[in-house]
């Protein structure tokens, strides 16, 4: 796939915290490069001489984040951008400091104030009409007069799919417009409602149930749900009779979701036939869902409990039918007594083509998600768990055991500690083992561009089939990524640890007991501030081994086969090591990407057949790193999660293998 050239339409615009700013490309009207004028001393409390800039993946019409450490509390810093770097320009307020940006394509994108910790962030929203691959290069500066100082500039590339990597479109759901008039309405504060009466706007029904406990809407049926809350108690069935062209809508109306309350007494939902969508409502204090239809959405919905309250069910979401999607929305404080499980969303037995994107979903007292305990039969398959944020709940934040063909994208979790039936584990993969002959255990996951910290355990693989851990960035955590096999474990297949950065790990970054497994690969990670061992591997032999074109930080520390290897040297000197470095990272001030004269640029190895096998299974293009910079940018793929764009590369025109 070749990427566009590097330009930027004027007519696509920015907005910065809601509102518009200055252009991507430079119009008449942009805000040029004089950024005032004046002598600006540094402040006594000033960080000193060095700021950082990181930019968030640029996602067509989502938030992206421009964050900047190194100010001093309370600073202003200017964040300018253009459409490539150059030598200018050269603004008065810098007091002589010229900026590294292509000066008639350079605009101030905006300022930011700096917290009490000296990290500015400002906040755009990316135009959903933006296009794909289109490059913007922004650089932050602070003026303090002839003291000014600037961070180095960042290249970033406008991601190709508003999904995360590796995730393909749901089949239903994801653009389906809601912004629709009614054909029927739910008001119980109004008037004039009636639930015998039409349900128009002047009349509406003063429930969804019409004061039952079932309801069923013809294809096409658009339902304006205002007023609230309402009380709920029993067992409620949604029937969707909507199609692909006429699907179902059930929308919340107002700035506000329209809660549903259970009211501490047990109140079930299951949704069930083909193509309907459920938008802005909120499910409060004691209410369970089941998925049982196909084509199916929730978007923007909540299911809750107050922090004091107990639920007596396990999962809250049980997804049992097929193509599903959850999306936008927020799954929390469900909690039973004594730590009995309560898990957010499960994939039950039987589902399939079922997408959780751009969830959050925190303190639930079993797993955030979890796939599927005993589901031998029928384990769910295709299950797609993207850019959700997954935070503190009792056990996991996903948990896989019987279910296979699994993406795992882009998702930022944390919060992880020992429970009585957890030892911590952010993503826990197998821990009820594996047994191809009765269906038993997880295969062909892949856990991709993934941001994990402050968690006992990252990634914990107990029992699998095929397993990548690709592109992620993991740190603050006990362990990285750990291979502690099942007892009941048999027939492992590969496991592939590429391109991550694993850092500021308090055990061991990379931990493989019992080894089991036919290939281990460990390509291309960028390993640091460890306090034990980057690689422990004792009962692992070369025949299975491989660990290539890896940055160790600081002294080599690798143990494969009992035998200890304490220098790069040595470790390259076996059969089953090439390539591997131990040098400082070298990363940008105050963030994990490397800087332009890293050891880490261009030093990776090629990963195109870990792409190409993704490619094989799920059609999709997995060569791009956290911020949706292709990989390679330039000579070759750098190592570690980010790679440094090559803006000679990209002026080139790279080509991608998809």
Not at 195 to 200: E, I, L
Request: glycine letters at 10%.
């Amino acid at each position: 796939m070749r990427r566009h050239p590097m330009f930027f339409a004027a007519t696509l615009a920015l907005s910065t915290c809601g509102q518009p700013w200055a252009s991507w490309a430079t119009e008449p009207d942009a805000v040029p490069y004089d950024w005032g004028k004046g002598d600006v001393s540094a402040p006594a409390d000033a960080a000193g001489d060095a700021i950082g800039l990181q930019v968030s993946p640029l996602v067509p019409g989502q938030s992206a984040s421009f964050t900047v450490a190194g100010a001093a509390p309370g600073e202003l810093v200017y964040i300018g951008r253009s459409t490539a770097t150059g030598s200018g320009p050269c603004p008065p307020l810098l007091g002589g400091l010229c900026l590294d940006l292509d000066a008639p394509t350079t605009a101030l994108l905006g300022t930011a104030i700096a917290d009490a910790t000296g990290t500015a962030v400002l906040t755009v929203t990316v135009p959903s009409i933006a296009p794909g691959g289109y490059q913007l290069v922004t650089q932050a500066a602070i003026a303090r007069g002839v003291d000014s100082v600037k961070s180095a500039p960042q290249t970033n590339f406008i991601a190709p799919s508003d999904l995360p990597v590796g995730i393909p479109e749901p089949s239903f759901g994801w653009r389906t417009d809601t912004q629709v008039a009614g054909t029927l309405f739910v008001d119980n504060t109004h008037p004039n409602c009636d639930d015998n009466g039409p349900g128009s706007e002047g009349t509406p029904l003063c429930g969804l149930f019409r004061g039952s406990q079932s309801a069923t809407f013809a294809a096409g049926t658009v339902v304006h749900v205002a007023g609230g809350p309402y009380a709920v108690s029993g067992n409620y069935n949604l029937t969707f009779e909507g199609t692909a062209n006429d699907p179902v809508l059930i929308l919340g109306q107002g700035a506000s979701r329209v809660r549903f309350d259970g009211g501490g007494q047990r109140a079930s939902f299951a949704y069930r036939g083909s193509y309907g969508l459920v938008e802005n409502l909120d499910f409060y204090h004691k209410t369970r869902h089941l998925i049982a239809g196909d084509h199916l959405a929730l978007r923007n919905v909540a299911v809750h409990n107050p922090d004091d309250a107990f639920i007596d069910f396990n999962p809250v979401v049980s997804v049992v039918g097929h193509d599903v999607l959850i999306s936008g929305s927020e799954i929390f404080n469900n909690r039973q007594e004594n730590e009995v499980d309560s898990h957010g969303i499960q994939a039950s037995e039987g589902s399939y083509n079922v997408w959780i994107l751009g969830n959050e979903l925190h303190n639930n007292s079993g797993d955030s998600f979890q796939a599927c305990h005993g589901c031998f039969s029928e384990p769910p398959h295709h299950i797609y768990i993207g850019r959700n944020v997954m935070h503190e709940d009792r056990e996991n934040a996903i948990d896989l055991k019987a279910v296979h063909d699994v993406v795992i994208s882009e998702n930022l979790v944390y919060g992880y500690t020992v429970s009585a039936t957890s030892v911590g584990e952010a993503i826990i993969v197998g821990s009820t083992g594996y047994d191809a002959g009765i269906g038993k255990g997880p295969r062909r996951i892949w856990i991709l561009n993934n941001e994990i910290h402050d968690a006992d355990y990252g990634v914990d693989i107990l029992g699998a089939d095929d397993v990548a851990v690709i592109g992620n960035l993991l740190h603050n955590l006990g362990v990285g990524v750990s291979l502690l096999f099942h007892e009941e474990l048999w027939n492992v297949g590969n496991l592939v640890v590429a391109a991550n950065t694993i850092t500021d790990i308090t055990t061991d970054a990379i931990s493989i007991k019992d080894c089991q497994p036919d290939v281990i690969q460990v390509r291309n990670n960028l390993i640091g501030n460890i306090a034990e061992r980057h690689i422990r591997a004792p009962s692992c032999s070369a025949a299975v081994f491989t660990i290539d074109n890896n940055l160790f930080d600081p002294a080599v520390s690798v143990l494969v086969d009992f035998v200890q290897y304490d220098t790069v040297e040595d470790l390259n000197a076996q059969s089953f090591a090439t390539g591997n470095q131990g040098a400082d990272p070298g990363f940008e001030f105050g963030f994990w990407m490397p800087d332009a004269n890293s050891p880490a640029v261009d030093a990776g190895g090629d990963l195109s057949d870990l792409y190409d096998a993704f490619f094989a299974m799920h059609g999709g293009d997995i060569a791009w790193d956290r911020a949706w910079t292709p990989r390679p940018s330039g000579l070759a793929q750098d190592v570690g999660a980010y790679e440094r764009p090559s803006l000679n590369a990209h002026e080139n025109g790279p080509t991608l293998a998809h």
